[in-house]
């Protein structure tokens, strides 16, 4: 098995809802985002709890890492040190 240290990527639940993925926003942590949104012309957002009310399914993928993520972070890691976690 090859390991991609490209770009970094962690693991995330994103919500599946007729068809439709929602991932959680890039930078705003506890919100998710429908495709095409953009933050400028398409600006909706969705809390977890909105998407399981609305009978959204929870799943892992992995993603990009997000920039909340590595702004918490005490020590930036690079790819090829997670992989070795």
Known sequence: MAIDNSAEKDLYTVYELDGITYLPHYKEPFHYVSPGYDGEFN??????????????RPTQQLLLTRARAVETANKPQRAYERARR
């Open 43 to 56: 600006i909706k957002t969705y809390y977890a709890s909105e998407l399981v009310a609305a009978g959204a």
